[in-house]
């Protein structure tokens, strides 16, 4: 047997979306910010919206590394991981021009600045710290973050 073709009556229940301003007066609960106002307010004050961050800068803040792989990468604390690349990173699309198309043609004095800046921005414990496998390990880094920076310059807006 086929179902019916005529549609069901669904009851319809009224739904009251306002509150009346005597309800949170009445039970004594003060007027405090809504997490509206509070977003908005927020949001007016840092210039950003929800999901939105600014670009990587660099900081001013010193990080302490206190173990170091054996490529010069920092090990401990985890929390000093990821700014290390993103500093790397702020630093040479601040010094280094982006008219260079290869890493390896960027002349050696712009690379010692790089690497001048990157040990001004974090501190290497004495007892594991070997400049060259450390400066390889930065420049490596750097070397990629210029690549990256070309790449979605060229992918964008050439």
Same mark, same amino acid.
């Not at 173990?67 to 630093?91: A, R, Y």
């Given at each position: 047997?086929?179902?019916?073709? @005529?549609?069901?009556?669904?009851?319809?229940?009224?739904? @009251?979306?306002?509150?009346?301003?005597?309800?949170?007066?009445?039970?004594?609960?003060?007027?405090?910010?809504? $997490?509206?106002?509070?977003?908005?307010?927020?949001?007016?004050?840092?210039?950003?919206?929800?999901?939105?961050?600014?670009?990587?800068?660099?900081?001013?803040?010193?990080?302490?590394?206190?173990?170091?792989?054996?490529?010069?990468?920092?090990?401990? /604390?985890?929390?000093?991981?990821? /700014?290390?690349?993103?500093? @790397?990173?702020?630093?040479?699309?601040?010094?280094?021009?982006?008219?260079?198309?290869?890493?390896?043609?960027?002349?050696?004095?712009?690379?010692?600045?790089?690497?001048?800046?990157?040990?001004?921005?974090?501190?290497?414990?004495?007892?594991?710290?070997?400049?060259?496998?450390?400066?390889?390990?930065?420049?490596?880094?750097?070397?990629?973050? $210029?690549?990256?920076?070309?790449?979605? $310059?060229?992918?964008?807006?050439?």
């Amino acid at each position: 047997m086929r179902p019916s073709s @005529c549609p069901r009556q669904v009851p319809v229940v009224p739904l @009251c979306l306002e509150f009346p301003e005597e309800v949170g007066e009445q039970e004594g609960h003060g007027s405090g910010p809504t $997490l509206s106002t509070t977003a908005k307010t927020e949001s007016a004050i840092s210039g950003k919206k929800r999901g939105q961050h600014g670009r990587h800068k660099v900081h001013k803040k010193v990080h302490a590394i206190h173990k170091i792989g054996p490529h010069g990468e920092p090990l401990e /604390p985890e929390s000093v991981i990821s /700014p290390f690349s993103n500093q @790397c990173s702020c630093i040479v699309r601040e010094h280094v021009p982006i008219t260079y198309s290869d890493w390896r043609k960027v002349p050696d004095d712009l690379k010692g600045v790089v690497w001048g800046e990157v040990k001004r921005r974090f501190k290497y414990p004495e007892d594991q710290f070997d400049e060259d496998v450390c400066k390889r390990h930065a420049l490596f880094i750097a070397g990629k973050a $210029l690549h990256n920076l070309r790449s979605t $310059l060229n992918r964008n807006y050439v």
